[in-house]
């Protein structure tokens, strides 16, 4: 599906053949036999059912996606690893800073009040209900571990609905750890900066840092303390909370309210920490207790995983699939940008989706002086409908006030002042987006970055057609000239994708495992809250 470009600088079988003519006798008796694999290979039609030894060991390459861990994150230091290599601490769920994260993850009051605003900042109400102005929100809500980490609550269905309208549709948590880079334009590059980043978004959660500090200083106190996240400042924890006196009331308060308390906070008496610098490193520590959760999340033996293993005389998938398969690694080369067990390469390609749907910002409505921060830096518009060539920008030359990435003060292993990369974005990544995982796809409808496309069969002939128009920049794609029945196949491929979510002991609602007052599974501390003020 598009050829290969490697667009972002970083960081055994013997061929067989299918069955010939046979009679009506012989087909009749394997029928009501239920001879599988022959029945199989009869369904092949004149297709070749074997593959090549190179073909196999391309298809050995796309499977088993839990073989080998994560890439271990070294600015988060509280990811459950034992060595650098992501060997998982013994019994990895039960980690004091994952079981936080776990439950963090299914709360809703680190959300906060209607933004009732698209990304350039235009009036746009949210579709989510809500209850005192408030959208009580949580990362699950756009991100469900029980539908493959996706978004499927938001109406209208083309972009995620937040406090506000997102510019696009929300990507997969599971497998998220082993992204390069995240997001659709990969402007960030550690799941605790994307936590970070998304509960202070307007159009997202539109939570504050200081509603943060709040909910771990009233639910989680305990919690925090024990997964390490006050290391060095617990102290001033508490006693900003007793200096602050009673807190808002979290279920009610508007996200101005807490932006005004956190401007004003006084100074701590003899520390050496800003009270505004305590604030934040308690809302780092949610986001990275979130990002521990979020790096165990999986999702893995999928039918194909299990075709794979068994080897291909494996019934496991259907003719139709294997046919599928055999054009994915093949003549339709969706291979090339969705390989690795991941079954996505980490880079960006321009696929020919322009940005269509309502509240989706386009480079006409992201103009000069608009919160889409458009700039022409010489090779076209560096804004959100640019891609890659945007989110280069902002990851390699972050915003003042953004503080949360690799690299910056909040990194556990390098707290050094970020240095730009001196390159500028190349004119390729003008309209490119990274390449999904295609792992559960046929969960995750509407795709593209945009949602434009609603069914697996409409990307397929997408791809097909290879059609560009109203695209920024240049389109990778080529007609693939399929058949109407190669496009079936590889639907029918695409659909053996799906796997099981996991650890299954963390996937679902904390509040339904047992255990402490705030959820979780029976090892999790209990967990009573914590200061409330004089």
């Known amino acids: ?9 970083w960081k055994a079988c013997p061929r067989g053949t299918c069955a010939q003519a046979l009679t009506t006798v012989v087909l009749s008796t394997l029928a009501s036999a239920g001879c599988g694999k022959w029945a199989d290979k009869l369904a092949c039609g004149e297709q070749e059912c074997g593959f090549t030894k190179t073909e196999w060991t391309r298809i050995q390459g796309l499977a088993n996606v839990g073989a080998t861990p994560a890439r271990p994150d070294t600015s988060n230091v509280h990811l459950p690893v034992v060595d650098a290599i992501g060997t998982l601490k013994a019994n990895a769920v039960c980690d004091p800073v994952v079981q936080l994260g776990w439950r963090l993850y299914y709360e809703t009051l680190l959300s906060g009040s209607v933004s009732d605003k698209d990304m350039t900042g235009s009036y746009a109400p949210t579709t989510r209900p809500t209850t005192n102005g408030q959208v009580s929100l949580s990362c699950k809500s756009c991100h469900d571990p029980q539908h493959a ?63 943060t500090f709040w909910v771990i200083v009233l639910r989680y106190r305990a919690s925090f303390h024990l997964a390490e996240l006050d290391t060095g400042f617990d102290s001033a924890i508490d006693a900003l909370a007793q200096l602050l006196g ?93 390989n690795s067990p991941l079954l996505s390469d980490g880079k960006f390609h321009n696929v020919g989706i322009p940005q269509v749907g309502d509240h989706v910002p386009t480079t006409q409505t992201c103009g000069a002086g608009s919160s889409c921060d458009c700039s022409d830096g010489g090779l076209g518009p560096t804004c959100l409908p640019a891609g890659a060539h945007a989110g280069h920008q902002k990851l390699v030359d972050p915003a003042p006030n953004n503080l949360f990435y690799c690299g910056g003060p909040y990194d556990d292993v390098a707290p050094l002042t970020h240095v ?27 795709y593209m970055h945009d949602g434009s496309l609603a069914t697996l069969a409409d990307v397929v002939w997408h791809y097909d057609q290879a059609d560009s128009s109203g695209t920024l920049g240049a389109s990778e794609l080529s007609p693939l000239l399929l058949t109407a029945q190669d496009r079936d196949d590889l639907v029918a491929f695409l659909e053996s994708l799906t796997g099981e979510p996991g650890p299954k002991e963390i996937v679902g609602d904390p509040a339904k495992a047992g255990g402490d007052l705030d959820g979780g599974l029976s090892c999790a501390p209990q967990d009573g809250g914590g200061v409330i003020g004089p």
């Open 1 to 9: 599906m598009g050829g290969f470009s490697s667009l972002w600088p």
């Open 149 to 211: 980490g996706s978004d499927i609550t938001s109406v209208p269905r083309h972009v995620s609905i937040g406090a506000g309208w997102y510019d696009v549709n929300a990507q997969q948590t599971l497998n998220a750890a082993r992204q390069p880079v995240l997001y659709w334009n990969g402007r960030t590059d550690s799941l605790w900066a994307q936590a970070a980043q998304v509960m202070e978004s307007p159009v997202s959660m539109n939570g504050h840092r200081m509603k």
């Open 246 to 338: 009673p807190p808002p009331d979290l279920g009610t308060t508007d996200t101005e309210t807490f932006q005004s308390q956190y401007n004003d906070l006084p100074p701590l008496p003899g520390s050496t920490i800003s009270s505004q610098e305590i604030v934040t490193r308690v809302h780092v520590g949610a986001a990275k207790a979130i990002a521990a959760y979020e790096w165990l999340l999986s999702s893995d033996g999928s039918a194909f995983d299990r075709f794979v293993n068994e080897g291909p005389d494996s019934s496991a998938l259907s003719p139709a699939a294997v046919r599928g398969l055999r054009l994915f690694i093949g003549r339709a080369s969706c291979v090339d940008c969705h």
């Open 420 to 446: 730009s990369d001196p390159s500028p974005a190349p004119a390729a990544f003008l309209g490119a987006w990274r390449t999904p995982s295609l792992r559960d796809v046929a969960l995750t409808a509407p």
